[in-house]
């Protein structure tokens, strides 16, 4: 069964945590928190004490996505404000397998995240230090962008490598209900969607039709 995490950043900022407590009555089954640090991507979204202020709202585990150059510094800030994955961009560090190893001593689950550039083999050699591996559909920093097709080869490529591994495989970008089943039959297991989720009010309507 597929998991739907839909992103706040397509929320209304003003209510973060009412929206948080409305997306878990909609069935979503986690939350993913688009960390963007106006360097690594042209957008500054919250950090780490934005998201401990809401950590309270819900016991849905919290996806923190960080679009963020130099993630080794920050990693330490979200795990302590409840962050339960997180995701860093392979583009963002050259010590990749070490941020990694941070983020289980600290307790969460790791994440690479990888650019609709950039190859799979950037996950090579960590594959035994990983629970997400977060395919980007779009170019990282903005919602409601188009979803880049060639992601779907590299969706089943993925899968097919952490075969074998403990290695959940999200997509993130463009997600609807026509590029949902896409990926979904491409392999993934996480759905990230904001715009499609936010569009219109009914939130559990617009998570039931990414299923
Ligand atoms: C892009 C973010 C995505 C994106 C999701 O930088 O990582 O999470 O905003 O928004 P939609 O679903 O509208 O593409
Ligand atoms: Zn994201």
Redesign the pocket.
């Known amino acids: 069964m597929v998991l739907i995490a839909p992103?706040l950043?397509?929320s209304d900022f003003s209510i973060l945590k009412e929206e948080v407590i409305a997306l878990e009555k909609a069935g979503a089954d986690m939350i993913?928190l688009?960390i963007?640090d106006g360097r690594f991507?042209p957008?500054l979204t919250f950090g780490a004490p934005v998201v401990k202020s809401i950590r309270g709202a819900t016991k849905l585990p919290f996806d923190a996505?960080l679009?963020v150059e130099n993630p080794e510094l920050m990693v330490e800030s979200f795990a302590k404000a409840g962050a339960d994955f997180i995701t860093v961009h392979a583009e963002t560090t050259a010590h990749l397998d070490r941020v990694l190893q941070k983020i289980k001593s600290l307790g969460a689950k790791a994440g690479v995240a990888l650019n609709p550039s950039t190859d799979e083999s950037a996950i090579k050699y960590v594959l035994d230090r990983l629970d997400l591996v977060l395919v980007?559909s779009?170019?990282?920093?903005?919602?409601?962008?188009s979803f880049i097709q060639s992601s779907l080869e590299k969706i089943a490529r993925i899968k097919k490598m952490v075969k074998g591994y403990p290695v959940m495989v999200e997509v993130?970008?463009?997600?609807n209900p026509l590029t949902a089943a896409a990926s979904i039959a491409a392999g993934a297991d996480i759905l990230?969607?904001?715009?499609?989720?936010f569009k219109t009010g009914d939130y559990r309507q617009n998570i039931k039709a990414l299923r």
């Open positions: 992103s950043v397509s993913h688009d963007m991507v957008n996505h679009m980007m779009v170019n990282p920093g903005f919602g409601g962008q993130d970008g463009g997600i990230v969607a904001g715009s499609a989720v």
